[in-house]
C-alpha cells in the first residue's frame, strides 16, 4: 500500500519543528508498504489540495494526526480525502478521548473510517496489515492479551532513519541564503529543530493537562544508548549537509528521574553525542546544581519551564502547587550562569487572575534574566479535570470550541474578569514582552557577555516572535526590522569592533565534569 501520513496546520504557529507521531509510525510500518509524509504547517494543503495529493499518488490510507486545536481542520481533511473512496485512520490526544465525535457516533457526521485510541506504537502495524485487507475496525485500543490498557516500553525504540528521511521542508534557513551560508565555519547551509524522546509520561495530573491521562502515570524511558545513538545519526546528517540542527526533547519533563537524566546526558557527553538542545523541564528539578551543570555541558541551551503563574492560589486551583513561584527567579540565574535561558510560559485567564495580571507577570519577568516569555489562556481540553469541573458548575460558554478553532479565545468565564479582558491579558503580555524596549533591554541585561550571547538573545526573541505573533507576513517583518533598528545597529557597530565577537564567557561555565551518581528518587514535578 501507498499510505499518506498528514498533520494539519494549526493556523496559529509557524513552521518550526516536524511532529514526531510521523516519523516514528513511518518506522513502525511493516515492511512492503511506502509512507509518504505531509507535515500541513511546512506543506500548506486545503481540502481540495489533498483531494487532488491521494488521487496524483495513488494513496491507498491516509493516517491523520491532530491536537485538539486542529481537529476542525483534520476533520475536514479527513472528510476531502473519504470522499476519494479512500480509508482514513485518525489518532492522538483529541481523538483518543472523542473516538465517537470521528467516528460520527454522537449524532454528527463520521470523518474517520478507523480511530487509534491512545499510544499506538503497537497498534499501527495491526492497523496497516489490516487496512491492506480492507478489514479496517472502528478503533483499536492498546491492549494486551486479557483485554487490560497496555502502554508500550521505549525499551525496543524503533530506529528513525533521519539519515534518508527528506527534510527539506523543515529547513528554516531560507533558500536565497542556503549557498552562501553553507560556507560559514562548519556550515549553516541548512538548520532544523528535530523532536527527539527520551522517555514519555507524567504522574502529576494537573488539572488542565491531557498528558496523565493520555501516557499514564507510568514513566517509560528508551534506553541511554538508543538516545544517544539518534543524537549521533542527526550530528552525522547535518554535518554530511553542511547544515546544522538542534534537538528539542519532547518528554513532559524530561528531568522526572533526575539519577536517570543525569547518567543519559553522561552518555551523551562521553559518546562526543554533545548538540545544542531544548528539553520541557520543571522548576522545582533545576535547584539540582549538578543537573545543571550536565545540562549546559552535554548542549542544553533552552530549558521550558511551565511556570503557568506566579500566583500559588492559581497554581494549587489547577492541582500545580509544586511549582513555587519564590523560587523561580533563583532557579533562572541557576541556569543563566551556565548560559542556559528559559521559555518562560504562563497561562492568564485563571480563577484567581484579576485585570493587571499581565503587567504583574512582566513586572517579575523583568527582574530575571533574558528568556523568552510565551502566554496563553486557561482552555479546557477535553477529558481533562479541567473541563470537567467547568462544565459541571456550568461555566463553559463555548463547550465544544474545537469544532470552532479561535486562535487566543477562552471557552469559559473566569471568575474575577470577564473573556474580554483575559483577552486583553495576552495580548498585552504578548505585545510588551516583546517589544522593541523589552528587546533592547535584553540585550542590554547581558552586556558583561561576549556579543555572540547577546545576538544569540536578540536572534531568539525575534525569531520567537515571527513563531508565535499571528500571521507574520513579509511587510510585519521589515516593520519588526525598523522598529529595532537601533539594538541592530548596536550589535553590528560591537561586531566591527576588533575581537567583539570572540572572549570566554563572564559567567561560570558548565562543568563538563560527569559526578558520581547519587541516587535521586523520582522527582516531584514535571511540564507539559
Ligand atoms: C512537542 C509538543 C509541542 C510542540 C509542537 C508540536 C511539534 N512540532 O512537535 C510545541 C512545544 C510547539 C507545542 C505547543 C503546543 N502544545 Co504541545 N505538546 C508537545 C508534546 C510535549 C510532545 C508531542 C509528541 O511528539 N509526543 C510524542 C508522540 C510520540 O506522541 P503523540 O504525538 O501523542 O503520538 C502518539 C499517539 O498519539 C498516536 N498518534 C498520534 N497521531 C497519530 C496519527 C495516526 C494516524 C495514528 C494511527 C496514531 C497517532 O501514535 C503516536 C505514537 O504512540 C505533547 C505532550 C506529549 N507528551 O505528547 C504536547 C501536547 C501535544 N501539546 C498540547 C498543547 C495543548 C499545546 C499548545 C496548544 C499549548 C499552548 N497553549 O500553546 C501548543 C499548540 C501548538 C500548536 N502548534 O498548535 C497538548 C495537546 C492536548 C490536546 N488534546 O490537544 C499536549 C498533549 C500536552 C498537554 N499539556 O496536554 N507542543
Ligand atoms: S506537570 Fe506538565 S505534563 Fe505533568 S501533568 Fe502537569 S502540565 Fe501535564
New binding site residues.
Given amino acids: 500500500m501507498k499510505i499518506l501520513l498528514y498533520n494539519p496546520d494549526n493556523g496559529v504557529t509557524r513552521n518550526f519543528m516536524p511532529h514526531l507521531w510521523m516519523f516514528l509510525l513511518q518506522a513502525l510500518t511493516p515492511s512492503g508498504h511506502e509512507v509518504l509524509l505531509v507535515d500541513g504547517n511546512a506543506q500548506p494543503m486545503d481540502e481540495a489540495g489533498i483531494a487532488q495529493f491521494v488521487r496524483d499518488n495513488n494513496i491507498d490510507l491516509v493516517g491523520i494526526g491532530a491536537m485538539t486545536r486542529m481537529i476542525a481542520k483534520a476533520y475536514r481533511m479527513a472528510d476531502a480525502v473519504r470522499a476519494t473512496g479512500v480509508p482514513v485512520v485518525m489518532g492522538g490526544p483529541h481523538v483518543t478521548e472523542m473516538a465517537d465525535e470521528a467516528l460520527g457516533r454522537d449524532g454528527g457526521p463520521r470523518h474517520a473510517d478507523a480511530v487509534a485510541l491512545g499510544e499506538a506504537d503497537a497498534t499501527w502495524p495491526r492497523i496497516v496489515e489490516d487496512a491492506a485487507l480492507g478489514q479496517l475496525k472502528d478503533v483499536y485500543a492498546p491492549v494486551d492479551a486479557f483485554g487490560q490498557e497496555s502502554k508500550p516500553s521505549l525499551k525496543e525504540y524503533p530506529v528513525i532513519p533521519w539519515q534518508s528521511i527528506d527534510l527539506k521542508q523543515f529547513n528554516l534557513v531560507p533558500k536565497a541564503a542556503t549557498a552562501m551560508l553553507q560556507k560559514i565555519g562548519e556550515g549553516w547551509g541548512s538548520f532544523r529543530i528535530i523532536p527527539v524522546e527520551s522517555g514519555r509520561g ?5 488539572e ?5 491521562g493520555f501516557f499514564g502515570d507510568s514513566i517509560r524511558f528508551r534506553t541511554n544508548e538508543s538516545v544517544v545513538n539518534e543524537l549521533l545519526l542527526l550530528k552525522a546528517r547535518a554535518r554530511t549537509e553542511k547544515g546544522q540542527m538542534a534537538v528539542f526533547f519532547i518528554d ?2 524530561f528531568a522526572i528521574n533526575i539519577k536517570r537524566t543525569k547518567s543519559l546526558l553522561r552518555d551523551i557527553i562521553a559518546a562526543g553525542a554533545q548538540c545544542h538542545w531544548v528539553a ?1 523541564i ?1 522548576a522545582n528539578l533545576l535547584r539540582d546544581e549538578e543537573l545543571v551543570d550536565l545540562i549546559a555541558a552535554s548542549g542544553g541551551k533552552w530549558i521550558f519551564i ?1 511556570m ?1 503563574s506566579i500566583d500559588p492560589a492559581n497554581l494549587k486551583d489547577v ?2 502547587g ?1 511549582n513555587k513561584p519564590g523560587e523561580y527567579a533563583a532557579v533562572l540565574e541557576r541556569l543563566a550562569q551556565r548560559n542556559v535561558y528559559a521559555i518562560t510560559s504562563f497561562i492568564f485567564g485563571m480563577d484567581n487572575d484579576t485585570v493587571g495580571v499581565a503587567e504583574r507577570t512582566l513586572g517579575q519577568v523583568q527582574t530575571w534574566p533574558p528568556g523568552l516569555p510565551i502566554f496563553g489562556l486557561l482552555t479546557p481540553l477535553p477529558a481533562t479535570p479541567l473541563y470537567k469541573r467547568l462544565e459541571t458548575a456550568g461555566r463553559l460558554t463555548r463547550p465544544k470550541h474545537w469544532q470552532e478553532f479561535i486562535p487566543f479565545a477562552m471557552a469559559h468565564t473566569p471568575l474575577k474578569m470577564t473573556i474580554e479582558e483575559a483577552h486583553a491579558e495576552v495580548n498585552h503580555g504578548w505585545a510588551k514582552a516583546y517589544s522593541p524596549e523589552a528587546l533592547a533591554a535584553a540585550v542590554e541585561s547581558l552586556n558583561d557577555q561576549p556579543l555572540g550571547y547577546r545576538v544569540n538573545i536578540f536572534l531568539a526573541r525575534l525569531c520567537f516572535r515571527g513563531i508565535y505573533f499571528p500571521m507574520m507576513g513579509k511587510m510585519a517583518w521589515v516593520k519588526v526590522i525598523a522598529q529595532n533598528r537601533r539594538t541592530i545597529f548596536k550589535l553590528v557597530r560591537e561586531g566591527f569592533k576588533a575581537g567583539a565577537w570572540r572572549g570566554a564567557p563572564a559567567r561560570i561555565p558548565a562543568s563538563p565534569v560527569p559526578q558520581t551518581e547519587a541516587g535521586e528518587p523520582i522527582a516531584q ?4
Fill in positions: 507524567c504522574p502529576y495530573g494537573c488542565f493537562c491531557t498528558v496523565t513532559d519533563n520541557q520543571s511551565g503557568e492541582n500545580k509544586f514535578g514535571a511540564e507539559g
